[in-house]
């Protein structure tokens, strides 16, 4: 037996797939215990906040909370499903709840992406490599947010759509409305899923049009699927969203996103891609590898050329969007399927149980290796965080308003709900004209002496490394009360 034959043999080894699995998830996990993203994130306390309000009142906000500057203008918890969520994992098992709900999240868009790429592909350590490499290109960008279980759905619906192409059976579809009734309570970026779908059905319909003119060019595979019953599914997908707290209204609100133009200069992960890190290369990769693969077959698959450069677009506009472009990309390479002598064998239920055994058991044995403890968890958190400042002002209380800065709000939203803040990491509530002046203010541009919310503070609670930090000492409407390697507290004179 040749050598190239010993390792296909090796390969098709039950156990060596089901050790490779569990490196898989025990990999992610043991990353999310070492960065402790799922709470030195400043957007997971706000998320945490509204969970925790959503609960206790038992209704759904439709204005500003937390918030004095904002209290009046109007605002939707877009992401409740996640919220509630995360809510109950605090309330459960304080930071440790909290950081286990974000480490399994985390472990779920990993699964998630491996299980499309092996139903594509049909091939185990294909869909296996392919994953790996997704998950160095972005799954570490961002915290497990909400945007988190837009990846997950994401990731089941172009499944769906691919076989329904492939198969010819429209049937396959008739599952998405469901998967847009859960997208659309917890999280915003649903709005993609049916852009993309949307595109399915009108690529479709182009091409039953061309095929009945007789125009349809030869390098175009033909239609698989009728004219208009993906359409049928899109109206669903549609009147599916709407079916939640704030119905219909979640696309206004998607259109004030998207009108949203000051914090893409001023939000780091909302800017384009600068390629200073090896990540932003991989997902440079992916992209080219997927155009690639397209060209390489012999007719040219217009939905999914169509869909790489509609992600192309958006994900290369902002970092934050990097799993868009990451997913599609990974979806058309795998999309090389085996026969179906060739198919590696879905792995079994009692698989993917001992799997799940070996993973809970190895991630529970390094959780104290990696210091994700209670102690370790509110450690990382005061390095990060105002703990200090804020106990300082349970002490020694002044009045307020508050005027904090923007990494903060969340934290502060949380950790001391007696002052509402002045802005937080809900850029869309505050809108452009408030989030430009806080820029300003914060980078002390001379125009921060006439800030009305600064004007109004009563106390004001800062970064230390901020600019304006240390033009407050010199600031005679202000005196320091208090000082230390992460933070200033001033009060008003």
């Known amino acids: 037996m040749s050598v190239a034959q010993d390792l296909i043999a090796l390969s098709r080894l039950r156990l060596l797939r089901l050790l490779a699995l569990t490196a898989l998830i025990v990999g992610v996990g043991i990353e999310c215990f070492l960065t402790k993203l799922s709470v030195l994130d400043p957007d997971m306390w706000w998320h945490l906040s509204v969970g925790d309000w959503i609960v206790q009142n ?98 089941i ?13 429209v049937q396959s579809l008739y599952w998405v409305p469901l998967v847009f009734l859960v997208w659309a309570n917890i999280h915003i970026q649903f709005i993609y899923g049916l852009a993309v779908l949307g595109l399915f059905a009108g690529v479709n319909l182009l091409q039953q049009v061309a095929m009945r003119l007789r125009i349809h060019p030869d390098f175009l595979p033909s239609p698989t699927l009728p004219a208009l019953q993906p359409f049928a599914v899109l109206a669903g997908c549609v009147l599916a969203t709407c079916v939640g707290p704030y119905s219909y209204h979640l696309y206004h609100e ?13 939000i780091r992960e909302l800017q384009a891609l600068s390629f200073e890190y090896f990540n932003q290369y991989l997902e440079l990769l992916l992209a080219v590898g997927a155009y690639f693969a397209i060209g390489w077959k012999k007719k040219i698959d217009p939905f999914k050329f169509a869909l790489l450069i509609f992600a192309t677009v958006f994900a290369f506009r902002t970092w934050r969007d990097a799993w868009f472009i990451c997913v599609v990309a990974a979806a058309i390479i795998a999309d090389f399927p085996a026969s179906e002598e060739e198919r590696d064998r879905p792995l079994r239920p009692s698989d993917w149980a001992t799997v799940a055994a070996a993973s809970i058991v190895l991630l529970l044995v390094s ?75 914060q980078e002390a541009d001379p ?8 004007n109004e503070a009563g106390v004001v609670l800062l970064k230390k490394k901020l600019p304006i930090a240390t033009h407050l000492l010199l600031d005679r409407r202000f005196r320091l009360i208090y000082r230390d390697d992460l933070a200033v507290v001033f009060a008003r004179n």
């Open 447 to 454: 125009s921060y002496v006439n800030d009305p919310v600064l």
């Open 58 to 155: 038992r209704s759904f906000p439709h204005n500003g909370i937390f918030s004095h500057t904002a209290a009046t203008r109007p605002w939707m918890a877009y992401s409740w499903g996640y919220e509630v969520l995360l809510s109950r994992a605090y309330d459960w098992f304080s930071f440790v709840g909290m950081g286990m709900f974000g480490t399994l999240l985390t472990i779920a868009v990993a699964l998630a992406i491996f299980r499309m790429l092996y139903r594509i592909s049909g091939r185990f350590w294909a869909a296996w490599g392919l994953s790996v490499v997704v998950y160095a290109a972005f799954l570490f960008n961002i915290a497990p947010r909400p945007v988190f279980f837009s990846v997950i759905l994401f990731t």
């Open 367 to 441: 959780v104290r290796s990696t210091d994700f403890t209670t102690r370790g968890l509110d450690r990382a958190i005061s390095g990060e965080y105002p703990v200090d400042a804020v106990n300082f002002l349970r002490r020694n209380p002044v009045g307020g308003p508050l005027y904090n800065s923007f990494d903060w709000g969340g934290f502060l939203i949380f950790y001391m709900p007696q002052y509402p803040v002045s802005i937080d990491g809900r850029t869309d509530l505050y809108g452009d004209v408030m989030d430009e002046q806080y820029y300003s203010t």
């Open 157 to 169: 619906t172009l499944t769906l759509l691919f076989e329904a192409q492939r198969s010819g059976r």
């Open 254 to 266: 998607a259109f004030v996103i998207s009108q949203s133009r000051i914090m893409y200069k001023i």
